[in-house]
């Protein structure tokens, strides 16, 4: 369950390029599915989009944040770098540490919601 007030965090790396939850939920999918396409779709984009996102995260770092595998005998698939699960890791850290903050700084003016009206 999750607990308000809470942050929704958007990290600003440029004008036009930034980190937030959509990125950062599709990197956790393409772990848990080990598919890019599989992730997409739960994540109702198109697999095309995706790879713009994940295009975008790899840029952000300067290094590959999924590492995919052509189809065949094996199979295909894409996994999680080191890089990519430590951006998950501190995204969601300080996603979680923003929350807390806001919560401290806003509990007491939250508490006294109402007090001190008018009556007219």
Do not use: C
């Amino acid at each position: 369950m999750k607990k308000y007030p809470r942050a929704a965090l958007k990290v600003d790396f440029g004008t036009e390029v930034r980190l937030g939850p959509g990125k950062v939920r599709l990197l956790e999918l393409i772990a848990e599915t080990g598919s890019i396409s599989a992730a997409a779709r739960q994540m109702e984009m198109s697999y095309r989009r995706a790879w713009l996102l994940i295009d975008e995260v790899n840029g952000i770092f300067g290094n590959l944040v999924v590492e995919t595998a052509t189809g065949g005998a094996g199979g295909g698939g894409a996994k999680i770098t080191p890089l990519g699960e430590a951006v998950i890791v501190a995204f969601r850290t300080i996603e979680h540490e923003t929350t807390e903050l806001i919560q401290a700084k806003l509990t007491k003016l939250l508490t006294q919601r109402g007090r001190g009206r008018r009556e007219t």
